[in-house]
C-alpha cells in the first residue's frame, strides 16, 4: 500500500482505475464516468425580465426570456391582482426556477432599479438579517435566495422602452399576460393597510 501512495503522483486517474480495477481497490465502483474527470465550465445564461402591473396595484403579469446558445425559451404569467415591484422579482425568481442544470452563470437584465439595485448593492443579504421585517415581498425574496445561491448570478439593470430587443419582448409577455382570462390570485401580495 505504502508505494501505490508513493506512485500515486506518477499514475493519471484513468490509468489508476484501469489498472487497479481488477485488483478490488475499486470493487463496487459501477458508476465510473471519465467525462467528469475533467472540469467544465458552467453552463451560461442570459435571462431579459421585466414585470408590469395595471393600476398597481392590478392585474400584472411577468415575461422572461432565457438565452443559452442556440436555445430559447420565453415564459410568461399574470395575476388577478398584484404590483409592478412583485412582477419584476417573479420574473427573476420564475427565471433561475427554470434552470434545471446547475451551477450555472447567469446574467440577468431588468429595467428594475428595485431588483437589480437591492441584489448588486447586497441589501437583500442585510434584509435576511433582520428577517425581512419591514420589507415587502419577502415571500419572493425568500424564494429568489433559494435559486440564486444555486448559481452565480449578476444583474444588469437596462433602461426600459429603450428599443432592447429582448427587453422590449420580455414587456409585451409581461403585459399579455396581464391580459389574460381567469388570471389567479398573487398568492403572497398582501395589500398596504
Not at 478490488?24 to 458552467?42: C, V
Not at 427554470?98 to 447586497?122: F, H, Q, R
Not at 419572493?140 to 427587453?167: C, M
Request: proline share 5%; with cysteine; aromatic share 10%.
Amino acid at each position: 500500500m505504502e508505494k501505490f501512495i508513493n506512485n500515486l503522483h506518477q499514475i493519471n486517474l484513468l490509468e489508476l482505475f484501469i489498472k487497479y480495477s481488477e485488483t478490488g481497490l475499486f470493487a463496487g465502483l459501477t458508476t465510473f464516468q471519465p467525462e467528469n474527470m475533467t472540469q467544465r465550465e458552467n453552463p451560461v445564461i442570459i435571462m431579459y425580465t421585466d414585470g408590469a402591473a395595471r393600476g398597481n396595484p392590478g392585474p400584472g403579469g411577468y415575461g422572461v426570456v432565457l438565452l443559452s446558445g442556440p436555445h430559447r425559451k420565453e415564459l410568461s404569467q399574470g395575476f388577478k391582482i398584484t404590483t409592478n415591484n412583485r412582477m419584476e422579482l417573479m420574473a427573476a425568481v420564475v427565471g433561475l426556477e427554470a434552470l434545471k442544470v446547475g451551477p450555472c452563470n447567469v446574467t440577468i437584465y431588468t429595467d428594475s432599479k428595485y431588483v437589480a439595485d437591492s441584489v448588486e448593492k447586497k441589501w437583500v443579504f442585510n434584509w435576511v438579517k433582520i428577517r425581512f421585517k419591514g420589507k415587502k415581498n419577502s415571500d419572493l425574496w425568500k424564494r429568489f435566495l433559494d435559486v440564486y445561491e444555486r448559481h452565480t448570478v449578476k444583474f444588469v439593470w437596462v433602461k426600459g422602452h429603450a428599443s432592447i430587443p429582448e427587453n422590449e419582448r420580455c414587456d409585451q409577455l409581461a403585459v399579455a399576460a396581464s391580459f389574460m382570462p381567469n388570471l389567479p390570485e398573487d398568492t403572497g401580495y398582501q395589500p398596504d393597510n
